[in-house]
C-alpha cells in the first residue's frame, strides 16, 4: 500500500485545495455575482457536458488503463497508443455533423422550459470533447503510476481558472454570456496542459500498424462506452431532466447542494487515481492475493476518511445554509440523499477498478444499463411530483442499488468483498458521533459555530478512530504527525 498511500495523500490534499476553489465559486463568488439563471446554467452546461462525455471519449480513458500493461514492447505500445488517440474521432465527427445539421431543433427541444439553454448548446459537445482527450491523456500519465500532476489539472485547474473569470465577472471586464463561453476555453487549456504532459511522460512514435488484440480491444472500447455512459448518467441525470420540469434557477440550488456532498468523494476520488492502474498491473500478472488485499484496506482507509467527511458536513449542515440566500435551503434534503450515495462510493473501496479491469465488467453493464432506465422513470414520476427532492431520491435509490449489486457481483465471481470486522466498527462509529453532534448547535454566529463544532468533532473523531486502531496506516500518519 505504500504507492497507494503516497500518491492518495498528495490526491487527496490536492483534491480537497480544489473542493476548497469550488466552495469559494459556488458559495461565494457565484452566488454574488452570477445571477439565479446563469448560475443555474452554468451547472446545466456542465452537467450536460459530462453525460456525453463518456460517448466522446469511446472508452479510451478506461482502455488505456486496463491494456496499456499488457503490451511489452515499445512497437506495440505505440501502435496501441496512436490508434487510442484517433478512435474518438469516429464519433466526435459524426456528432458534431449531426449537431449542425439539427441544430435548431435539438436547441428547441433543450429550450422548451427555459429558453436561455438553447443558446449555449455547442458548449455542451465543445466541452465534453475537451473533457474526453483530458482524460485520454490523464490515462497515458496513469500508467506510469504518475497521478498527482494530472489530478492537479483535474481538480485545481479548474475551479482556479473559474475563480479568475468569476473575478472577471466581478470586475466587469466580462459579462454572464462571456463566462459562460469562457468555460470552454478553460476546459481546451486543460486538455492542452495535460497532453503536453503526457507526451513527455512518455513520448510514442506515430504507427498506423495493427494492434495486438484489436476484436478485444475495439469490444471494450464499446463496453465502457456504455459503463461510462451509465455511470455518468447516474450522477448528472437529474439535473439534466431538471431542466425539462423546473426553473432554471432551481436547477442552481439543486448543484449548491450536489456540490456540497460531493465533498464527501473526495477521498475515493483521491485514491481511484492510483488503485485503477495498480488493480489493472495486478490482473495482468494474475496477483489475486492482492487485488483482494487492495480491495479490503482501500476500502476501509476510505470508509474512515470520508466517514469524518460526512460527519462534518451533516453535523454542520445548518449553519452552512445560514451562510447563503434563505431561498437555497429548500435543497438542504438534498444534500443528505447526494450525501449517502457519495459516501457508498468509498465504502466500496477499488469495487469500480476490480470490475473495469477484469472480465467481469460485460454482466455488470447490463445491471447499470436496467438501473438507468430505472432512475430515468424514477425522475420522470418524482420530480413534477417533488421537484428538487424528488431527483435526489430518484439519484440516491438508482446509485445505491448499482453501486450493491456490482459489489455482490464481485463477491459472487471471485469470492471477495470490501469490507472488515473493523469497516463495521467504523461505520458504527460515524453513525453514533452523527447521533450525538447533530442535535448539538450554538446560539453563536454560523462562523464561530462551524469552527467550534467541527473542532469538536474532529478531535472526538480523530482520538475514537486512534484509540480503536481501526486503520494500520490512519494510525501511522497520527502517530507520524502528532507524536
Known amino acids: 500500500m505504500g504507492i497507494v498511500i503516497k500518491q492518495s495523500g498528495w490526491n487527496l490534499v490536492i483534491t480537497g485545495l480544489g473542493f476548497v476553489l469550488g466552495a469559494l465559486n459556488v458559495l461565494i463568488l457565484a452566488q454574488v455575482?452570477?445571477?439565479?439563471?446563469?448560475?443555474?446554467?452554468?451547472?446545466y452546461v456542465l452537467s450536460s457536458a459530462f453525460l456525453y462525455f463518456p460517448l466522446m471519449s469511446f472508452g479510451i480513458?478506461?482502455?488505456?488503463?486496463?491494456?496499456?500493461?499488457s503490451y511489452s514492447t515499445k512497437q506495440e505500445r505505440d501502435a496501441f497508443l496512436t490508434q487510442m488517440l484517433l478512435w474518438p474521432l469516429f464519433i466526435i465527427v459524426p456528432v458534431l455533423v449531426l449537431i449542425y445539421i439539427a441544430q435548431e431543433p435539438i436547441a428547441t427541444f433543450i429550450s422548451d422550459k427555459n429558453i436561455i439553454t438553447g443558446k449555449y448548446l455547442w458548449?455542451?459537445?465543445?466541452?465534453?470533447?475537451?473533457?474526453?482527450?483530458?482524460?485520454?491523456?490523464?490515462?497515458?500519465?496513469?500508467?506510469?503510476m504518475k497521478t498527482v500532476t494530472g489530478n492537479f489539472l483535474k481538480e485545481v485547474f479548474y475551479r482556479a481558472a473559474a475563480t479568475v473569470t468569476l473575478l472577471l465577472l466581478a470586475t466587469d471586464v466580462i459579462n454572464q454570456h462571456q463566462?459562460?463561453?469562457?468555460?470552454?476555453?478553460?476546459?481546451?487549456?486543460?486538455?492542452?496542459?495535460?497532453?503536453?504532459?503526457?507526451?513527455?511522460?512518455?513520448?510514442?512514435h506515430f504507427r498506423l500498424s495493427k494492434i495486438v488484440n484489436r476484436v478485444q480491444v475495439l469490444n471494450y472500447c464499446i463496453y465502457m462506452i456504455i459503463a461510462g455512459s451509465i455511470s455518468t448518467a447516474l450522477i448528472d441525470l437529474?439535473?439534466?431532466?431538471?431542466?425539462?420540469?423546473?426553473?432554471?434557477?432551481?436547477?442552481?440550488?439543486?448543484?449548491?447542494?450536489?456540490?456540497?456532498?460531493?465533498?464527501?468523494?473526495?477521498?475515493?476520488?483521491?485514491?481511484?487515481?492510483?488503485t485503477h492502474p495498480l488493480t489493472a498491473g495486478h490482473f495482468n500478472r494474475n496477483e489475486m492475493n492482492q487485488v483482494q488485499t487492495l480491495y479490503k484496506r482501500s476500502s476501509l482507509n476510505l470508509t474512515i476518511i470520508a466517514g469524518f467527511l460526512l460527519v462534518i458536513i451533516t453535523c454542520n449542515?445548518?449553519?452552512?445554509?445560514?451562510?447563503?440566500?434563505?431561498?437555497?435551503?429548500?435543497?438542504?434534503?438534498?444534500?443528505?440523499?447526494?450525501?449517502?450515495t457519495k459516501f457508498s462510493e468509498n465504502v466500496l473501496g477499488s469495487n469500480n477498478a476490480?470490475?473495469?479491469?477484469?472480465?467481469?465488467?460485460?454482466?455488470?453493464?447490463?445491471?447499470?444499463?436496467?438501473?438507468?432506465?430505472?432512475?430515468?422513470?424514477?425522475?420522470w414520476i418524482l420530480i413534477p411530483e417533488f421537484g428538487l427532492i424528488g431527483a435526489a431520491i430518484a439519484t440516491c435509490v438508482a446509485y445505491l442499488c448499482y453501486a450493491f449489486a456490482k459489489?455482490?457481483?464481485?463477491?459472487?465471481?471471485?469470492?471477495?468483498?470490501?469490507?472488515?470486522?473493523?469497516?463495521?466498527?467504523?461505520?458504527?462509529?460515524?453513525?453514533?458521533?452523527?447521533?450525538?453532534?447533530?442535535?448539538?448547535?450554538?446560539?453563536?454566529?454560523?462562523?464561530?459555530?462551524?469552527a467550534v463544532k467541527s473542532i469538536i468533532i474532529g478531535t472526538t473523531y480523530l482520538i475514537t478512530t486512534y484509540k480503536l486502531h481501526l486503520s494500520t496506516e490512519i494510525n501511522h500518519i497520527i502517530e507520524k504527525y502528532i507524536p
Request: net charge neutral; proline share 4%.
Open 33 to 43: 455575482y452570477l445571477s439565479d439563471d446563469y448560475y443555474g446554467l452554468w451547472n
Open 61 to 69: 480513458h478506461n482502455t488505456i488503463v486496463k491494456y496499456y500493461s
Open 123 to 144: 458548449c455542451i459537445p465543445l466541452v465534453s470533447i475537451f473533457q474526453a482527450y483530458f482524460e485520454i491523456f490523464y490515462a497515458w500519465v496513469k500508467v506510469h
Open 238 to 274: 437529474d439535473k439534466f431532466m431538471l431542466n425539462q420540469y423546473v426553473a432554471i434557477d432551481k436547477i442552481g440550488f439543486y448543484g449548491i447542494a450536489v456540490f456540497i456532498a460531493t465533498v464527501i468523494a473526495v477521498p475515493a476520488r483521491g485514491m481511484a487515481q492510483i
Open 179 to 204: 463566462f459562460i463561453y469562457s468555460l470552454v476555453v478553460i476546459y481546451a487549456l486543460r486538455a492542452l496542459l495535460m497532453k503536453i504532459i503526457a507526451l513527455k511522460t512518455y513520448m510514442p
Open 317 to 340: 449542515l445548518n449553519e452552512f445554509y445560514e451562510l447563503m440566500q434563505p431561498e437555497t435551503r429548500v435543497a438542504i434534503p438534498v444534500v443528505f440523499l447526494i450525501a449517502i
Open 354 to 379: 476490480i470490475l473495469y479491469n477484469s472480465d467481469l465488467y460485460k454482466v455488470t453493464l447490463w445491471m447499470g444499463l436496467v438501473l438507468t432506465f430505472v432512475a430515468i422513470g424514477l425522475n
Open 407 to 450: 459489489a455482490y457481483y464481485v463477491y459472487y465471481k471471485l469470492d471477495m468483498h470490501p469490507w472488515t470486522a473493523k469497516t463495521w466498527s467504523s461505520l458504527l462509529m460515524i453513525a453514533i458521533i452523527i447521533g450525538l453532534f447533530y442535535f448539538w448547535d450554538f446560539p453563536w454566529n454560523p462562523y464561530i459555530n462551524i
